[in-house]
């Protein structure tokens, strides 16, 4: 058990069956609040690949991604980074906070990827993340190299910022790699 970041395939985004996962209940709200904005509908979600989804558990400590967010990041741009419950490949330039019920809270708050990357790559600057952290190399890629020893023989070879605290970067790695798959693949990211 735990809790994951997972990516939202078409089928699962467009379901009104939550008991299965669905999402129709978020989509229909999040259309209806981007026409009241003004803005086009969220309607090109991906269809799911044959060779996996996105997939990352949530299980280091978060207290130094924490605090490097509250060192470099305004408070509005950590609740960008850490409050949202689902992403979406779409620009917000505010979340949006909706009255339906998601996995761990009473309401869904909703943040577009493009913002939330923005933030991930300041952050992957500061603690100068290595190009060796895995991109999309499967589900719980992430979780495995820096929990099963990859991230640490990496750090004791070339130790720099990004290994003082390998919880941290993990979740740095975490976010950037879930706004990049959002992006890349057109899909929504939920936790569960």
């Avoid at 990352?56 to 419950?85: N, V, Y």
Wanted: hydrophobic share 40%; charged share 25%; proline share 7%.
């Amino acid at each position: 058990m735990g809790i994951y970041v997972v990516s939202v395939d078409a089928r699962e985004w467009s379901s009104g069956d939550e008991e299965e996962g669905g999402k129709g209940a978020i989509a229909s709200a999040l259309n209806e609040e981007l026409r009241r904005r003004g803005l086009p509908p969220y309607e090109s979600v991906a269809r799911e690949e044959p060779a996996g989804w996105f997939e990352e558990k949530l299980s280091p400590p978060m207290d130094g991604f924490a605090a490097l967010c509250r060192a470099h990041l305004t408070p509005r741009e950590q609740e960008t980074i850490g409050d949202w419950s689902v992403l979406v490949p779409v620009s917000l330039d505010e979340e949006i906070r909706l009255p339906i019920g998601s996995a761990y809270t009473d309401t869904t708050v909703i943040a577009g990827a493009p913002q939330v990357l923005a933030l991930a790559e300041r952050l992957a600057d500061v603690i100068q993340l290595p190009a060796e952290v895995p991109e999309t190399s499967g589900n719980l890629g992430l979780t495995f190299w820096f929990l099963e020893g990859e991230a640490k023989e990496l750090a004791a070879a070339r130790p720099g910022p990004w290994s003082e605290d390998l919880d941290t970067a993990f979740y740095v790695a975490l976010y950037l790699r879930a706004a990049q798959y959002s992006l890349g693949r057109g899909c929504p990211m939920v936790y569960c």
